[in-house]
């Protein structure tokens, strides 16, 4: 149980383009969903918190008007990169959670990112 | 502040050997939580373990150990008779009660045949 799917895996777009990634989890209803960046070799960094049908919590220095997120249900979770610029190039990792504070959260296998 | 101290950048243990991962986390809060996640190489993070700021009961999971330490804010994480296909990248984390996670930089364990 408790699996999250990521889409795409991978996606290369060209520079100024958005690309959307989709986050669900699959078997369960998570109240909130995380959103992730990690670069390589390095640790996870939170971007956003979304609980579903209210706005995104976003993290300091996290553009909300570059990194949209919207909650639409308890089982879908979608990051909008818009205008993206190599700069975005990352490894986006989406986490799912049963509850607000303290449970574990379930991540995605996470998308790789490569704006040219 | 919040902070999670994962000092060893990178591990190579031969294999059948044991391994222990530190973890020392900073928080102020008298109710927090402790994790331990899995990162193999296809980039999908794996749960491993959850652990309460109110249990310090340590914790066996087959080969997998966990000695939680208050008075040392420790969380240290033990893979016993080590394997190849434990080789990973390990996170320690911490979560609070608004469900906010702090993750260490990891620990890169490399388990050589």
């Known amino acids: 149980g408790a699996v999250v799917s990521q889409h795409p895996s991978r996606v290369i777009c060209k520079s100024g383009t958005s690309v959307k990634i989709e986050c669900r989890s699959l078997?369960?209803?998570?109240?909130?969903m995380f959103w992730y960046r990690q670069f390589p070799k390095q640790s996870l960094m939170l971007m956003a918190t979304?609980?579903?049908?209210?706005?995104?919590?976003?993290e300091q220095g996290v553009e909300k008007d570059k990194f949209l997120i919207n909650h639409a249900s308890l089982t879908l979770s979608t990051l909008t990169v818009t205008s993206a610029h190599p700069e975005d190039s990352s490894f986006y990792i989406c986490s799912a959670s049963f509850s607000n504070g303290g449970y574990e959260q379930y991540f995605g296998p996470g998308t790789r990112l490569t704006v040219t | 502040a919040q902070k999670v101290t994962q000092a060893q950048t990178e591990i190579s243990v031969v294999e059948k050997e044991d391994v222990t991962l530190d973890c020392v986390y900073e928080?102020?809060?008298?109710?927090?939580?402790l994790f331990w996640y899995k990162q193999p190489p296809s980039g999908e993070l794996v749960f491993l373990i959850r652990?309460?700021?109110?249990?310090?009961q340590n914790e066996i999971s087959g080969r997998y150990s966990w000695n939680f330490q208050k008075s040392t804010s420790s969380f240290n994480f033990t893979i016993t008779a080590s394997q190849v296909v434990d080789s990973a990248v390990y996170f320690c984390a911490l979560g609070n009660t608004g469900n906010q996670f702090y993750f260490g930089t990891g620990t890169s364990l490399t388990v050589i045949p």
């Open positions: 928080t102020r809060d008298t109710t927090y939580y």
């Open positions: 652990r309460n700021s109110f249990d310090e």
């Open positions: 078997d369960f209803q998570a109240t909130t």
């Open positions: 979304s609980n579903e049908g209210s706005k995104a919590t976003y």
